[in-house]
């Protein structure tokens, strides 16, 4: 018997008018996988990301997610059956500390009533899950911070540790290392590296050199279309992908990052 991927499309579309931005996507990840999502820009990659979150509504179709069908599913039923987003752009209380950033989403995801006006850490339950999850994203040591004062990669690992406090089988990143130094992209990487084997992660990246270190499997959109799948070296290999890319030139350069 096969066992459910985490996540599937089978013939997923979404037209705006007559603008079909993604055109039949059939896609499966696996448990425990890192998939990248690349593609020129205009590709569909966003839009493909905001239809298995249930920000957007496919015009074709079906989504599963761990084989239950999600397809019409509204964004925060997705996210209790356990889909995470991070976004390209924070979202986060630059005013509370850091600590209680991470323990509003441990309380919200428990059911229990979110506290802004007052210090959620209050709980030591919540205090106790909040520090677990700020170790492992390596913000330990800054707990006490108000997330204002958080470097742009620091708010990153921040919003990661936010996400893992869903306790979700599927996380999403939407161009994680958009606007980090050298540095702070290699931190990213070992951060995903250290994540737990079971949780599913898939990524949009225009980083190739963090697309290739954190991939096991590369899918490529091109004009609303899967123009190819499979490992980091099988992608880079194919001559689709380099004409789509690089208009037919060598695929040299298709992992360095832009």
Same mark, same amino acid.
């Given at each position: 018997?096969?066992?459910?991927?985490?996540?599937?499309? %089978?013939?997923?579309?979404?037209?705006?008018?007559?603008? *079909?931005?993604?055109?039949?996507?059939?896609? =499966?990840?696996? =448990?425990?996988?890192? %998939?990248?999502?690349?593609?020129?820009?205009? +590709?569909?990659?966003?839009?493909?990301?905001?239809?298995?979150?249930?920000?957007?509504?496919?015009?074709?179709? =079906?989504?599963?997610?761990?084989?239950?069908?999600?397809?019409?599913?509204?964004? !925060?039923?997705?996210? $209790?059956?356990?889909? +995470?987003?991070?976004?390209? !752009?924070?979202?986060?209380?630059?005013?509370?500390?850091?600590?209680?950033?991470?323990?509003?989403?441990?309380?919200?995801?428990?059911?229990?009533?979110?506290?802004?006006?007052?210090?959620?850490?209050?709980?030591?339950?919540?205090?106790?899950?909040?520090?677990?999850? /700020?170790?492992?994203?390596?913000?330990?040591?800054?707990?006490?911070?108000?997330?204002?004062? /958080?470097?742009?990669?620091? $708010? =990153?690992?921040?919003?990661?540790?936010?996400?893992?406090?869903?306790?979700?089988?599927?996380?999403?990143?939407?161009?994680?290392?958009?606007?980090?130094?050298?540095?702070?992209?290699?931190?990213?990487?070992? *951060?995903?590296?250290?994540?737990?084997?079971?949780?599913?992660? *898939?990524?949009?990246? !225009?980083?190739?050199?963090?697309?290739?270190?954190?991939?096991?499997?590369?899918?490529?959109? !091109?004009?609303?279309?899967?123009? +190819?799948?499979?490992?980091?070296?099988?992608?880079?290999?194919? +001559?689709?992908?380099?004409?789509?890319?690089?208009?037919?030139?060598?695929?040299?350069? /298709?992992?360095?990052?832009?």
């Amino acid at each position: 018997m096969t066992t459910a991927a985490v996540l599937e499309l %089978r013939g997923v579309s979404k037209a705006y008018g007559s603008l *079909l931005a993604v055109d039949g996507v059939d896609l =499966r990840v696996e =448990r425990g996988e890192r %998939r990248a999502l690349i593609g020129p820009n205009g +590709a569909g990659k966003t839009t493909l990301f905001d239809l298995v979150g249930g920000r957007s509504r496919v015009s074709g179709g =079906r989504i599963l997610l761990d084989g239950a069908d999600v397809t019409t599913m509204e964004e !925060h039923r997705r996210a $209790r059956r356990g889909i +995470a987003k991070t976004f390209q !752009h924070s979202n986060l209380f630059d005013g509370l500390s850091v600590l209680d950033n991470v323990a509003i989403a441990v309380q919200h995801h428990a059911g229990v009533a979110r506290r802004v006006l007052r210090p959620a850490a209050r709980e030591t339950a919540v205090t106790d899950r909040a520090d677990g999850l /700020l170790a492992t994203v390596g913000l330990g040591d800054v707990a006490g911070a108000t997330a204002g004062a /958080l470097s742009h990669g620091e $708010r =990153r690992q921040l919003e990661v540790a936010i996400a893992l406090a869903t306790e979700p089988q599927l996380l999403l990143f939407d161009e994680p290392v958009a606007g980090m130094s050298p540095a702070e992209s290699r931190a990213f990487v070992g *951060l995903v590296a250290e994540l737990p084997a079971a949780l599913t992660v *898939l990524l949009i990246e !225009h980083d190739m050199d963090v697309v290739f270190a954190v991939a096991s499997r590369i899918s490529v959109l !091109h004009a609303g279309r899967m123009l +190819a799948e499979g490992t980091p070296e099988e992608v880079r290999a194919s +001559a689709g992908v380099q004409e789509a890319y690089l208009g037919g030139g060598s695929g040299e350069e /298709l992992f360095r990052a832009p």
